[in-house]
Antibody
Framework: EVQLVESGGGLIQPGGSLRLSCAAS????????VTWVRQAPGRGLEWVSV???????YYADSVKGRFTISRDNSKNTLYLQMNSLRAEDTAVYYC????????WGQGTLVTVSS | QAVVTQEPSLTVSPGGTVTLTCGSS?????????PYWFQQKPGQAPRTLIY???NKHSWTPARFSGSLLGGKAALTLSGAQPEDEADYYC?????????FGGGTKLTVL
């Protein structure tokens, strides 16, 4: 069974850093496209970053230069390193597999506030 | 970056049929955009209904179907049920990026 479990969210001050993790099971992340998507309170889904099976990565303009997506294939885990956090980064962050179907985690809440 | 457009809201009668669409500012949506459709209910994570234009998951009710229609990706619901009331999002693969539409709020009334 495919599962994705996010962790690492919490309350962080503006300008701070946070690293989110997404532990995958039931499939191998290195062979799939995996992505981070966020949803601010009361808003729609916003794509953040993607890591393709060929190793290439892409970022939304809103996070480029501040966020970094990476994978630890030995742990079958996806990460999102978030630096220089802003209030507008406050959202539930979801990881999802978007190859040969779409599978979502339950999300982790990141709140950027002083 | 491309902009993906969806109807902000639609209403369908119970048992009725409705089509939601997903368009791109760069031109016609094709199978090469690998359109995905998601359903999201309040307080829940999104759930994928359709991937790669028309493929269904095992949990996708048979009343949902995906296609390309008039240069857009389309999600058709035939025989709407009260439990289909939800927000529906599409996304397209665009030059490496994933671009979400703004979502359609579907009311079954």
């Amino acid at each position: 069974e495919v599962q994705l479990v996010e962790s690492g969210g919490g309350l962080i001050q503006p300008g701070g850093s946070l690293r989110l993790s997404c532990a995958a099971s039931g499939f191998t992340i290195s062979s799939n496209h995996v992505t981070w998507v966020r949803q601010a309170p009361g808003r729609g889904l916003e794509w953040v970053s993607v890591s393709y099976s060929d190793g290439s990565t892409y970022y939304a303009d809103s996070v480029k230069g501040r966020f970094t997506i990476s994978r630890d294939n030995s742990k079958n885990t996806l990460y999102l390193q978030m630096n220089s956090l802003r209030a507008e980064d406050t959202a539930v962050y979801y990881c999802a597999r978007v190859s040969w179907g779409g599978y979502w985690g339950q999300g982790t809440l990141v709140t950027v506030s002083s | 970056q491309a902009v993906v457009t969806q109807e902000p809201s639609l209403t369908v009668s119970p048992g009725g049929t409705v089509t939601l669409t997903c368009g791109s500012s760069t031109g016609a949506v094709t199978s090469g955009h690998y359109p995905y459709w998601f359903q999201q209910k309040p307080g829940q994570a999104p759930r994928t209904l359709i991937y790669d234009t028309s493929n269904k998951h095992s949990w996708t009710p048979a009343r949902f179907s995906g296609s390309l229609l008039g240069g857009k990706a389309a999600l058709t619901l035939s025989g709407a049920q009260p439990e289909d009331e939800a927000d529906y999002y599409c996304f397209l693969f665009h030059s490496g990026a994933l671009v979400f539409g703004g979502g359609t709020k579907l009311t079954v009334l």
